[in-house]
């Protein structure tokens, strides 16, 4: 038993993995901090010590399993437990894998008051003693996948933090997009945007992308996935490219390239309107003829070739072209529908996985207009793992909310004539019709926090809607989700980001209950005036019914104008409120989290302004307010990079300035009535 008259807490990691000796370290460095207590973490063991002097005792089931200790997790690659327990006046935290082991850890943590808020943002709270009298906490995952994929604009530190974070908050997947992930990297490391740090930082900024080199990517991909490793992380790759892989092209990115397809391989390439040539002039977005076995043969032989010589990943990628109404129209495809020749092509792989005995499994892409189960075939190996991307979505509402639904065609459309959805009800409908066509392993790649969370606040509650879809992943037969989005995505407040993770973990917490621990741990003392802001803007921004889908920057009401006036005068009065509060408080976590918070306050006044503009018409109002945005959003990156996307964001801002601009040049365009 360690109370505040213990000297020293002795933490003895058994096993040899690195995420339990990264869990006892963890536990070295924060119990200190917390109490005080000293720590002495001993070398790993294959066996627990014989004597109890040793007080906490980490390892998985296989190495840790006294006799008499019940309800130990069983070993699982896969799926995540722990169980944490004061037992013969030892802790000792037991994981189904190495790192569950870790998330014990942190969960002791948490217990002990512990709060990771944003990479390089926790609160630490100083006890007088540190009791585990008692204690038994027991936990499982309610989902197996809870991953995050690269995207947006990250340096090295952004995704090793990020990283961090995840484990802390017990996710267990990364994925890096492509071959290697340049496409991020090196917007992350120069130039990102219109408004990104150039301006910011000139003197390190003002770099050209080719300063780094495919090297380059590869040794940082390299450095994200010996941090994956540590940590016991599920490693996925790859994702589109293998089409432009099968005819020769290096299908990393999405660049256009003037060069034709060699003569040798043009027979592979997908016949669309009369041609075979790379679809817009894009290698990734174009499709092969897969009706042809040598076409097939190459996309399967670049598959393998890739497994034989990649065996840091776990789960490789296949997904086809990054485009939409460009398949082969020849008369042998149009026999069979695209998702058929796709399960066609990802049986072949599995297959030859498992004749050469390759560990890795295989991800295959429902999505645009493969997001129809095939018709004919079945996915049956058990190496397939189904991924569900409804990409144009709404954000407005869940997505098993079947009352969001648009006058669209519920059937599958026909070749090259696919429309996108844009409302929730027809990618439920698809979701659910998958059922039974593959081995079952399945789960969502969703885009909440890639462009719609930039819009946040503004009609939007993005932090609600990735709680609830969380919550009903099941509903849709999905086993978790892989976040495809930006790394620093901290904006305007962490909830969404801890919605997302907590929700994985535990499906059945309360999400009102879920939604105020994370602005209590945020906010502090300021949590009340926090979440007044918080509802406030979503409430005020929001226009008409919710399936009108419409906000005061869209809507065209006249009592829009009275709402915007109104707005502006509450947004000014929260600013001075934020800020102020934001004086007062002591823990510098809760500090920089309202001044995150009263940013946003200011970027959205200036919004409302640029619409008042534009309702009357005045280019000169817009402009003046959008220039000031601009600047404000300078700052915001510069002031928060860690937590703040400097490509994405300004980019997503800007649109809708641009929007409220068309608005103003419209009516000169058409004729007059009157
Ligand atoms: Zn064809
Ligand atoms: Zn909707």
């Given amino acids: ?49 014989q004597k109890a002097r040793v007080q906490i005792l980490l390892g998985t089931s296989e190495h840790l399993n006294p006799r008499g200790l019940r309800n130990v997790p069983a070993l699982s690659d896969c799926d995540d437990a722990f169980l944490i327990k004061e037992f013969r006046a030892a802790l000792y935290l037991i994981g189904s894998n190495p790192r569950s082991v870790l998330y014990a850890a942190y969960r002791l943590l948490e217990h002990f008051g512990v709060r990771f808020i944003r990479p390089a943002s926790e609160v630490i709270p100083r006890r007088k003693r540190i009791s585990w009298r008692g204690l038994r906490i027991r936990e499982s995952a309610s989902y197996r996948h809870r991953g995050i994929c ?15 974070w995840m484990a802390k908050k017990k996710m267990n997947t990364y994925q890096l997009q492509f071959r290697h992930a340049g496409a991020f990297w090196r917007k992350g490391y120069t130039l990102t945007g219109q408004i990104g740090p150039e301006q910011v930082r000139p003197a390190e900024e003002r ?26 992380f599920i490693v996925h790759r790859v994702g589109h490219g293998w089409t432009a892989a099968a005819v020769g092209r290096a299908g990393i990115g999405w660049a256009k390239t003037r060069r034709r397809v060699s003569r040798s391989r043009q027979s592979y390439i997908a016949l669309v309107n009369g041609k075979r040539a790379f679809f817009k002039g ?46 082969c129209e020849c008369k042998a495809c149009a026999g069979k529908s695209p998702s058929d020749w796709y399960a066609i092509l990802i049986n072949e792989i599995c297959q030859r996985l498992e004749a050469e005995e390759l560990p890795h499994r295989i991800v295959f892409l429902a999505y645009v207009d493969m997001i129809w189960p095939p018709e004919q075939e079945r996915l049956v190996h058990p190496k397939a793992i189904l991924m569900f991307a409804p990409i144009t979505r709404c954000f407005v509402h869940p997505l098993v909310d079947t009352q969001c639904s648009e006058d669209a065609c519920l059937d599958r459309s026909l070749l090259n004539r696919a429309v996108l959805f844009r409302r929730n009800r027809l990618f439920t409908v698809t979701a659910k019709s998958w059922r039974g066509k593959h081995p079952g392993d399945a789960f969502l790649f ?67 209950t879920q939604r105020r621990k994370v602005f209590a741990d945020t906010y502090g003392e300021a949590a009340k005036l926090a979440f007044e802001y918080w509802n406030g803007v979503v409430k005020k921004t929001g226009s008409g ?45 809760h500090r920089d989290s309202l001044r995150l918070l009263a940013a946003h306050a200011s970027l959205t006044s200036l919004l409302v302004a640029a619409r008042l503009g534009a309702l009357a018409g005045s280019c000169k109002r817009l402009d003046k307010a959008r220039e000031k945005a601009r600047k404000r959003i300078a700052e915001i990156i510069c002031n928060f990079d860690l937590w703040v996307d400097p490509s994405v964001m300004p980019a997503q801002v800007e649109g809708l300035f641009t929007e409220m601009a068309k608005e103003i040049s419209m009516p000169k365009t058409l004729p007059r009535t009157r």
């Fill in 446 to 512: 969703d885009y909440h926090l890639m462009w719609a969370c930039w819009s946040d606040g503004w009609g939007l509650d993005m932090g609600r809607i990735m709680a609830q879809d969380m919550k009903h992943l099941d509903e849709l037969g999905l086993d978790g989700m892989v976040s495809c989005q930006t790394q620093r995505c901290f904006w305007p407040h962490p909830h969404t980001m801890h919605a997302m993770a907590d929700m994985l973990w535990n499906r059945s917490l309360s999400e009102a």
């Fill in 282 to 327: 894009v290698p990734t977005n174009t499709e092969l003829c897969y009706s042809n076995p040598s076409a097939r043969d190459a996309f399967v032989n670049q598959v393998l070739q890739y497994a034989r010589t990649h065996s840091e990943v776990d789960v490789i990628h296949v997904w086809l072209s990054d485009s939409y109404n460009n398949n």
């Fill in 207 to 232: 770099r050209r992308p080719e300063v780094l080199t495919d090297r380059d990517c590869y040794a940082l991909d390299d450095r994200v996935i010996h941090r994956c490793r540590e940590l016991g």
């Fill in 150 to 164: 690269i995207e947006g604009a990250p340096r090295l530190e952004h995704v090793l933090g990020l990283l961090d």
């Fill in 1 to 49: 038993m360690a109370t505040s008259s213990t000297k020293i807490i002795r933490i003895a990691p058994i096993g040899f993995h690195s995420a339990i000796a990264i869990a006892a370290d963890e536990l070295g460095h924060y119990l200190p901090r917390l109490a005080p207590v000293m720590c002495r973490v001993l070398t790993c063991c294959s066996y627990p010590p």
């Fill in 545 to 589: 019914r919710s399936y009108d889908h419409k906000t005061v920057f869209s809507a065209t009401e006249p009592s829009t104008t009275v709402k915007l006036d109104n707005l502006a005068a509450w947004l000014s009065k929260m600013q001075q409120a934020l800020r102020s509060a934001a004086g007062k408080l002591g823990e510098p976590v």
